[in-house]
């Protein structure tokens, strides 16, 4: 009976020993009973954290957890070279995508793993920062000139920062390439010998990182709504607003229904806006925070500011939006007025550590640059992604050069564009077209941001997957040459 025990003592210790060995190990991946999002029950998903290094150059270092669901792929015979996802921003989460499985035809041939990047909503630590969104959450907020909402947002931002620095946490090790040395780890830890990767909007800059410094463990990548590592996105914002909204208007003036109902919609609006950068827009509305009312006062540069280009679903009614107000009824701004009270819905912590280190540097954004070009009535719109005296205050080492160059890559690519997508235009998606050699490209007509992601024509995610399954042919195109003109909105 002593031996036995004695013996069964000495195996404890030695499965505890091995145990702690295990744990200890970095990176590694770690799968969990609970999910931290509930998910449809009909399909087969597991669920685990990456474990990697903050920084990798500290082996001891604070550890960092990082959310992943694999969908599994609904053939029982799947494909061995899985498809990665993961959410633009920066600083946005990818979570919810996990959802959605049902919807997504790349299951038919593969499984699809939806990757939550470090210091976003679900990552552990996350970097967001309710001290930038509470402020947002004050009756007076939206009375605030630019200059005193700029200065109340540097202001939070720098409590932000001093908050998760003193809990430990390396901002500047929150950046592109940090993510693609996370999805990296994340390919070796499951044993994976290549991903293909679906990106979208920023992180299509991490796909970037990928094929530049692993080229080896990427057999495809989809970049939709690509942002080139090069691009100064803060410059030339400005710039390219002005040219799909003017597209707009030529795209109405070419439908005659749309002509009819909304004539000259391009001159009434100019009008509009010079009028009233000179003699503002008074609304009274009540408050979302507490029921008072209060009277906003718009110049046309800010109700320009409100015009959202980005989402396919909107470009349909956008003529009659701003026919309306060329007539005068601005009972039409109060939405867009109460989305200025709303939480910014990102992980802006991430969002800041990234632009301050990666983008602001390297721009030019002296006046004379960012407006060139520029109409007198746009002028006054803020063309930057985050108030870039915020960068004065978050204090994070700024990247190499090498962060804001191109490459050239031999892996195929696929690039697609939204033929109305200010952000990330069709002009950056052919220079890169140039630059990747085994790489096609694709305008759809119709659409703005993220046309793969658009449910209601799945035909970007058809191409997705024809390229994922024969990445060296040129994908299906049948859905492509089917695709239609915006069909506006002229119902009075």
């Not at 409100?306 to 309306?324: A, C, Q, S, V």
Request: aromatic fraction near 12%.
């Amino acid at each position: 009976m002593f031996i036995t025990t004695r013996l069964l003592i000495v195996l404890l210790y030695i499965l505890v020993l091995s145990h702690t060995a295990i744990t200890q190990i970095v990176p590694r991946f770690e799968y969990a009973d609970t999910s931290i999002i509930d998910l449809p029950r009909d399909q087969k998903i597991k669920f685990g954290y990456l474990v990697v290094l903050e920084d990798r150059s500290m082996p001891n270092g604070r550890t960092l957890r990082l959310p992943v669901f694999i969908l599994k792929c609904r053939n029982p015979n799947p494909k061995q070279d899985p498809a990665l996802y993961t959410a633009g921003g920066p600083g946005s989460s990818s979570v919810n995508n996990a959802k959605y499985g049902a919807y997504y035809s790349y299951l038919d041939d593969r499984d699809f793993l939806v990757f939550e990047q470090r210091g976003t909503r679900y990552a552990q630590p996350s970097l967001a920062c309710p001290e930038l969104d509470s402020i947002k959450l004050k009756a007076g907020w939206i009375q605030l000139n630019d200059a005193q909402r700029k200065a109340e947002q540097v202001a939070a931002a720098a409590r932000c920062q001093t908050r998760l620095v003193n809990a430990g946490i390396m901002l500047s090790a929150y950046s592109t390439r940090s993510s693609a040395q996370d999805i990296e780890d994340l390919r070796t830890v499951l044993g994976v010998e290549q991903f293909n990767v679906y990106t979208v909007s920023y992180s299509t800059k991490i796909a970037q990182v990928l094929l530049r410094d692993y080229p080896n463990s990427i057999r495809s990548a989809v970049l939709d709504s690509p942002l080139p590592l090069w691009s100064n996105y803060d410059e030339t914002s400005l710039l390219f607003f002005e040219e799909k909204l003017n597209l707009l208007f030529s795209a109405c003036e070419g439908n005659p229904a749309c002509k009819l109902s909304y004539p000259d919609l391009k001159k009434r609006f100019l009008e509009f806006m010079k009028h009233a950068n000179t003699s503002p827009v008074w609304l009274r509305l009540k408050s979302p925070i507490d029921s008072s009312f209060i009277t906003v006062s718009l110049k046309g540069y800010q109700i320009a500011s409100f015009i959202n280009l980005g989402e396919t679903y909107n470009l349909k009614g956008l003529p009659r939006l701003l026919d309306r107000l060329c007539r005068g009824d601005y009972e039409v701004l109060k939405p867009f007025v109460y989305s200025l009270f709303s939480a910014e819905g990102r992980s802006m912590g991430m969002r800041l550590s990234v632009w301050c280190s990666e983008e602001y540097l390297f721009e030019k954004l002296n006046a004379a640059s960012r407006l060139k070009g520029i109409p007198p009535q746009y002028r006054g719109m803020r063309s930057e992604a985050i108030p870039l005296e915020i960068c004065s205050v978050w204090k994070v080492v700024p990247a190499t050069a090498k962060e804001n160059q191109a490459f050239k890559t031999t892996v195929p690519v696929l690039l697609l564009n939204g033929a109305f997508d200010p952000d990330t235009p069709a002009a950056w998606g052919e220079q890169l077209h140039r630059e990747f050699l085994n790489s096609y490209h694709f305008v759809f007509k119709g659409m703005s941001h993220t046309p793969a992601q658009n449910w209601d024509n799945n035909c970007g995610m058809q191409l997705a997957q024809s390229f994922f399954n024969e990445p060296t042919k040129k994908p299906d195109l049948r859905c492509f040459r089917e695709l239609k003109n915006i069909a506006f909105d002229t119902k009075k």
